[in-house]
């Protein structure tokens, strides 16, 4: 998989060291800003009201 | 191969490219069991880095993100409070302001959980409201107000400002600072119960046909900790209150 994308980033290899890292980044991004918040809504921790 | 190649010889691209297209090739059913290994493998890396990247989230980035969210809370708050009260336009009455869903409007202090605790209350027990502060369940009353103040709060993540509540008990002073006044509560009982119970945030709690005459106070928080299976509840009635103006009342200043 890695590889994969690894063979399909275009330039010599810092360059793709540099696309390689933005794509991590973006990845953890995402995570982050929508992934996380939408998984935690089912842990149970955060569920600190009574209701019926 | 040079040597004896005509001056105007170019080789061809198979043999000057130094890895002559050796993965582009059709894969041989070896190297495609290998492939379809090694992606698995890829994969369950892949997974394992996201659930460490969770756990970071969870332990480190929602409390980051709460105490950000805190401050700015605890900003607007004290604008709002130099802010002079709008002056009623002719005709309308000057009843208080309706609190919004999501904002804040007063700050508890919990001396029991150390001199500098003091964290804002927002409107309402949304996830989103409680990652901003302690929650106030909007259909209980105002801090003050005959009937039960009823508020909510993260124990574990999201600035967990409740993370000790099993630590306050029964004596223990609960301070509700509001644009006009200081609220001294004090603790009466603690009660673990269930998730459904709701009848805690009732106005006499207990007593779902009583009339309310005291001015009472409950928190809620999860039970244990970590977990969401009961719900630690926290009992208690307001014993003084005095003008903002006056400055912070006694149980701050001693620290009791």
Request: aromatic share 10%.
């Amino acid at each position: 998989m890695y590889g994969w994308i690894w063979r399909r980033l275009p330039g010599p290899t810092p360059v793709r060291l540099v696309l390689a890292v933005a794509l991590a980044a973006l990845a953890v991004w995402l995570l982050f800003t929508t992934v996380f918040p939408w998984a935690e809504d089912s842990l149970p921790f955060l569920k600190v009201t009574v209701d019926s | 191969m040079t040597f004896n190649s005509p001056p105007d010889y170019v080789p061809p691209p198979e043999y000057t490219s130094p890895r002559p297209a050796r993965s582009r090739r059709a894969p041989s059913r070896r190297s495609a069991g290998r492939t379809t290994v090694r992606s698995a493998g890829e994969l369950l890396i892949t997974a394992g880095l996201v659930l460490l990247l969770f756990v970071a989230y969870q332990l480190v980035w929602t409390n980051y993100e709460a105490h950000r969210a805190q401050s700015g809370v605890a900003d607007q708050i004290r604008d709002d409070w130099q802010r002079p009260p709008a002056s009623p336009s002719p005709g309308e009455p000057t009843a208080d302001p309706e609190v919004e869903l999501g904002e804040g409007f007063a700050f508890m202090r919990i001396p029991r959980l150390g001199k500098k605790y003091s964290v804002p209350v927002v409107e309402g027990v949304s996830l989103g409201a409680l990652a901003r502060g302690i929650g106030h369940y909007p259909r209980t009353v105002m801090p003050g107000e005959v009937g039960n103040f009823a508020v909510a709060g993260h124990r574990a993540t999201h600035g967990e400002p409740f993370a000790y509540l099993d630590k306050v008990g029964k004596g223990d002073a609960v301070i509700v600072e509001t644009s006009t006044e200081w609220f001294v509560y004090r603790i009466d009982r603690t009660k673990i119960v269930e998730p459904t119970d709701v009848w805690v945030i009732d106005p006499v709690p207990g007593h779902p046909d009583a009339e309310p005459t005291k001015q009472l106070i409950t928190l809620t928080t999860c039970n244990p900790r970590w977990a969401s299976t009961q719900r630690l509840i926290l009992f208690g009635h307001l014993v003084s209150r005095q003008d903002r103006a006056d400055g912070p009342p006694p149980e701050l200043r001693r620290g009791a």
